[in-house]
């Protein structure tokens, strides 16, 4: 088997690491080539939630979300090693705001809250039961399920997308924030998170406000632990975590939940969501390299990821 035989995929997130499994699977022979390991990525500080699912501007983007929700919902209740769980929590909204975005599946709904279920200063909420990734967990049972696949990962910094090919005739760029110099994309730019784990003091489910502040107070419960957030911060490169902003996450979801006053923080997790306009997947010709872009995700990589490596795999095999 010559080198143009393989495919090769850039990027080992999860986004990379659904693609290759998706193409493994099917009986190609696929190589993934990461400047980091899946457990060093931006996806290993995702919260893990998937779901629920709305109709939104971008047409594409609710049968990418269904797909995974299927998925990860299948891996609930048959892969114990997959770290999926379906859990049921509160998304709630700011004061004013009456109703939710349309769902494209109602089913995820259990009820609206009561209006004393809500914390002050949120006006309506949704009681929703959706599956709940235990991200390192997740990656790892990835990787396991890529190897067994007979899959490939080579650890190196991609200094080009016709270098990470390296003879191959078909790559898949799944390189989130990476991509940004790899394609010269000016429309991609890195938006900073960042979570504060704590021991769990006795929760369950999650809490989550609706999109629109840079800071907020959530949490998310993965059996033994509970992931706090969180942040936006447009523009951040640094995907170190910061104490300042630790404390500021501490600080609101306390005022949120008094029992994380005394819980054991465990460890701080941050990473670079790769943000924008619309997500990148299509096929682009590179010198004869026939590269399919599958990229931009922003902070619903997790939620994507299956919908999106189906969509990729198909478009790699032409």
């Known amino acids: 088997m010559t080198r143009a035989d393989v495919l090769v995929v850039v990027g080992a997130g999860v986004i990379g690491l659904s693609t290759g499994i998706v193409l493994a699977e099917a009986g190609a022979r696929v190589r993934i080539v990461a400047a980091e390991p899946p457990l060093r990525s931006t996806s290993a500080a995702a919260t893990g939630m998937c779901g629920p699912v709305f109709h939104g501007p971008d047409q594409r983007t609710a049968a990418w979300e269904l797909a995974t929700v299927a998925h990860l919902t299948a891996l609930a209740d048959t892969e114990p090693a997959a770290g999926v769980a379906i859990t049921t929590g509160l998304i709630a909204a700011a004061a004013g705001i009456e109703q939710a975005p349309p769902l494209a599946d ?27 990734v235990d991200m390192p967990v997740y990656l790892q049972y990835l990787l396991d399920r890529f190897a067994a696949a007979g899959g490939l990962i080579v650890e190196r910094r991609v200094e080009s997308l016709a270098s990470a090919a390296d003879g191959a005739a078909t790559l898949v760029n799944c390189a989130g924030v990476g991509a940004a110099a790899l394609c010269s994309d000016e429309g991609l730019h890195p938006v900073r998170g960042q979570h504060v784990v ?8 999650f809490f989550m406000p609706g999109p629109g502040a840079s800071e907020w107070a959530s949490w998310h419960v993965h059996g033994d632990h509970v992931l706090l957030g969180g942040i936006s911060v447009e523009d951040g490169w640094d995907p170190a975590p910061s104490q300042v902003i630790a404390d500021g996450i501490l600080e609101r979801c306390v005022a949120l939940e008094p029992r994380f006053a005394d819980a054991r923080i465990i460890g701080h997790r941050a990473g670079l969501r790769p943000v924008r306009p619309r997500a990148r997947l299509e096929v682009e010709d590179i010198g004869g390299l026939r590269c399919v872009h599958n990229y931009g995700h922003g902070g619903v990589g997790v939620l994507q990821s299956w919908g999106c490596a189906q969509q990729a795999a198909r478009l790699a095999r032409g």
């Open 106 to 132: 109602a089913s995820v709904l259990v009820r609206i809250a009561d209006p004393d279920e809500l914390p002050a200063g949120f006006g309506f909420g949704m009681w929703l039961r959706v599956p709940m």
């Open 198 to 205: 704590v021991e769990n003091p006795g929760l369950e489910g």
